[in-house]
C-alpha cells in the first residue's frame, strides 16, 4: 500500500496554473488601483460616520412616535407595502416563465425563456426605477412595478429548481391510474411545489423590503427618500430616527420570515 508520503508527492501539480492566475489577480489589482482614492473617502466616510453615531443614540423620537405621513411608522408601512405587492407581482408574473423554462417540461426549447429571464436579471436596479419614473412619475407605484419587474428573474431561477425537482414516479403512478391532465396537475404537481413556492417568495420578500428601501433615494416611495434627504441635509437626528425604523422592521421581519420558511420546508 502507499504510504501518505508517497499519496502526497503523487497529487497533481498545478504549479504553472497556481502562478499564472496569482500574477493575472496581481495585474488586475494594480491595473484597477488608480480608480481609489481612500484618504479623501476615508476622511469624508469617517465624519460622516461619526455624526450618524452622535445620532443613533439620540435620534429624533418625534419622528419615531407619530402617526403623520412625515413620520417613521407611516413611512415604514408604505415601504412595507411597497415589498408586499412588488412581491407579489413578481411571484406572479415568474409562473409562466419558470414552467416554459424548466428543461422537464420544455425541453431545449428552454433557451428562450433562460434568454428572456437573464435579461430580465442584468437590467440595473436603479435603472429600472429610472426607466419607472418616467412612465408612472415619482412614488410608491414607481416602486412596486421595479421591485415586481426585477423579482422575476430570481423567482423564476428558483422555481425552475423545484419544478426540474419534481418526483417523476407520483405523475407515472396518476398516469397508470387514468387521471386527468388537471387531476395530476392538481394531485401530483401543486403539492409538490407549494411549500417551496411559498418559501422562495417569502425569501424574496426579505430582500424587497431591503430594496424597497433604497429605492426611496430614487423617489420611489417609501422610507428611503426620508432618509437621503435628511442625511443630505446634515440632519442626523432625523436618519438616526430612518435607520432605527428600518432596523426593527428588518430584523423583525427576518425572525418571521424564517420561521415561517423552516416551518414550511421541514412540515
Same mark, same amino acid.
Not at 502507499?2 to 496581481?26: A, C, D, G, M, W
Not at 469624508?44 to 455624526?51: D, L, Q, R
Given at each position: 500500500?502507499?504510504?501518505?508520503?508517497?499519496?502526497?508527492?503523487?497529487?497533481?501539480?498545478?504549479?504553472?496554473?497556481?502562478?499564472?492566475?496569482?500574477?493575472? =489577480?496581481?495585474?488586475?489589482?494594480?491595473?484597477?488601483?488608480?480608480?481609489?482614492?481612500?484618504?479623501? $473617502?476615508?476622511?469624508?466616510?469617517?465624519?460622516?460616520?461619526?455624526?450618524?453615531?452622535?445620532?443613533?443614540?439620540?435620534?429624533?423620537?418625534?419622528?419615531?412616535?407619530? +402617526?403623520?405621513?412625515?413620520?417613521?411608522?407611516?413611512?415604514?408601512?408604505?415601504?412595507?407595502?411597497? $415589498?408586499?405587492?412588488?412581491?407579489?407581482?413578481?411571484?406572479?408574473?415568474?409562473?409562466?416563465?419558470?414552467? =416554459?423554462?424548466?428543461?422537464?417540461?420544455?425541453?431545449?426549447?428552454?433557451?428562450?425563456?433562460?434568454?428572456?429571464?437573464? +435579461?430580465?436579471?442584468?437590467?440595473?436596479?436603479?435603472?429600472?426605477?429610472?426607466?419607472?419614473?418616467?412612465?408612472?412619475?415619482?412614488?410608491?407605484?414607481?416602486?412596486?412595478?421595479?421591485?415586481?419587474?426585477?423579482?422575476?428573474?430570481?423567482?423564476?431561477?428558483?422555481?425552475?429548481?423545484?419544478?426540474?425537482?419534481?418526483?417523476?414516479?407520483?405523475?407515472?403512478? =396518476?398516469?397508470?391510474?387514468?387521471?386527468?391532465?388537471?387531476?395530476?396537475?392538481?394531485?401530483?404537481?401543486?403539492?409538490?411545489?407549494?411549500?417551496?413556492?411559498?418559501?422562495?417568495?417569502?425569501?424574496?420578500?426579505?430582500?424587497?423590503?431591503?430594496?424597497?428601501?433604497?429605492?426611496?433615494?430614487?423617489?420611489?416611495?417609501?422610507?428611503?427618500?426620508?432618509?437621503?434627504?435628511?442625511?443630505?441635509?446634515?440632519?442626523?437626528?432625523?436618519? $438616526?430616527? $430612518?435607520?432605527?425604523?428600518?432596523?426593527?422592521?428588518?430584523?423583525?421581519?427576518?425572525?418571521?420570515? +424564517?420561521?415561517?420558511?423552516?416551518?414550511?420546508?421541514?412540515?
Amino acid at each position: 500500500m502507499k504510504t501518505v508520503i508517497q499519496t502526497y508527492n503523487e497529487r497533481p501539480k498545478h504549479t504553472v496554473r497556481n502562478i499564472f492566475i496569482s500574477v493575472f =489577480l496581481l495585474f488586475l489589482i494594480i491595473w484597477s488601483s488608480p480608480v481609489l482614492s481612500l484618504p479623501d $473617502a476615508f476622511s469624508a466616510g469617517m465624519a460622516i460616520a461619526k455624526n450618524i453615531a452622535k445620532a443613533f443614540f439620540n435620534p429624533q423620537w418625534d419622528n419615531i412616535f407619530t +402617526t403623520s405621513v412625515d413620520g417613521v411608522p407611516f413611512l415604514m408601512f408604505e415601504t412595507i407595502g411597497i $415589498a408586499v405587492l412588488g412581491t407579489l407581482l413578481g411571484a406572479l408574473l415568474a409562473i409562466p416563465f419558470a414552467f =416554459l423554462t424548466a428543461r422537464t417540461i420544455v425541453g431545449k426549447f428552454n433557451v428562450i425563456g433562460n434568454t428572456i429571464i437573464t +435579461t430580465i436579471r442584468s437590467f440595473p436596479f436603479f435603472l429600472t426605477a429610472l426607466m419607472f419614473i418616467r412612465v408612472s412619475g415619482p412614488g410608491p407605484m414607481t416602486g412596486v412595478l421595479t421591485i415586481g419587474v426585477l423579482s422575476i428573474g430570481m423567482i423564476s431561477k428558483l422555481y425552475i429548481e423545484i419544478i426540474e425537482d419534481i418526483d417523476p414516479g407520483i405523475l407515472q403512478s =396518476l398516469d397508470a391510474l387514468g387521471a386527468t391532465r388537471y387531476q395530476k396537475i392538481r394531485y401530483g404537481i401543486l403539492p409538490q411545489l407549494f411549500a417551496n413556492i411559498i418559501s422562495v417568495v417569502i425569501y424574496r420578500f426579505e430582500i424587497n423590503v431591503k430594496n424597497a428601501t433604497i429605492l426611496g433615494i430614487v423617489a420611489a416611495g417609501g422610507i428611503g427618500f426620508t432618509l437621503n434627504v435628511a442625511m443630505n441635509a446634515g440632519r442626523w437626528r432625523d436618519a $438616526a430616527a $430612518a435607520l432605527w425604523g428600518i432596523i426593527f422592521v428588518v430584523v423583525l421581519i427576518d425572525y418571521f420570515s +424564517t420561521k415561517i420558511r423552516k416551518k414550511l420546508i421541514n412540515g
